[in-house]
């Protein structure tokens, strides 16, 4: 690891724990976001899993105080994201704005857990897959909001408007929101998002 990579994750830790000057940073958190980073096989290496750990990690730190509970959802945002080819940003800005990081959030309309998927996406998913999801279960969660999220189309915008109403449109309130979440923890947001030919057939409409 270079010297300026070293420096960037030196800087990162310590902005990840926000304590008093006098007081020393929390070894939870640290020994936590370690082994995250060496557990985590969503990344193209070490480093990058502790610097996005990392800063994902302090920027969620408001809503979810708990530091198991944090690192355990971005590790799995980052490892659905990347398995159903989205931005595992775009995925923490959805979890923000349907759930506010609430895993056991239940919606009026029923949906339930972290990104809020409604319940007929299970039979979905057992029908496809053959696995049985609890929604309210964190892993399971988030890998079926990723699959109902990408299967929306090639553009943020049209995954969201599809995610939120199950109709592919390119701007409603909904999206801007998500987006305006997405923007502030993600300077670089490209203007689509291609999918894989492996994703696009997980898409299908036949898979409803």
């Known amino acids: 690891m270079t010297v300026a990579r070293h420096i960037l994750l030196a800087f990162l830790l310590l902005a990840a724990l926000p304590l008093p000057a006098q007081e020393s940073p929390d070894p939870v958190l ?6 995250a980073a060496n557990d985590a096989d969503s990344f193209p290496d070490r480093f990058d899993a502790q610097v996005w750990l990392t800063d994902m990690s302090r ?3 408001p809503q979810v105080v708990d530091h198991a509970e944090r690192i355990a959802i971005l590790k799995r945002a980052h490892f659905e994201a990347r398995r ?4 595992p940003e775009l995925v923490l800005a959805v979890i923000d ?3 506010n990081f609430d895993r056991f959030a239940i919606s009026v309309a029923g949906a339930q857990g972290l990104m809020q998927v ?3 996406w299970q039979k979905a ?3 496809k897959y053959d696995v049985e999801v609890d929604l309210f279960d964190l892993e399971d969660n988030v890998m079926a909001g990723a699959l109902v999220l990408s299967r929306g189309g090639k553009t943020p915008q049209r995954m969201l408007s599809y ?3 199950g109709q592919r449109v390119n701007s409603t309130p ?3 929101k998500v987006m305006r979440y997405w923007r502030s923890i993600d300077a670089q947001i490209p203007d689509t998002v291609e999918l894989t030919a492996s994703v696009r057939s997980v898409s299908a409409e036949s898979w409803k």
């Not at 640290?30 to 082994?35: A, I, V």
């Not at 159903?84 to 931005?87: I, N, Q, T, V």
């Open 59 to 61: 920027r969620l730190r």
């Open 163 to 165: 995610y939120n109403t």
């Open 97 to 99: 704005v349907e759930s």
């Open 174 to 176: 909904y999206q801007r």
């Open 125 to 127: 998913l057992k029908r």
């Open 30 to 35: 640290r020994e936590l976001l370690r082994q």
């Open 84 to 87: 159903a080819d989205l931005p």
């Open 118 to 120: 409604m319940p007929f």
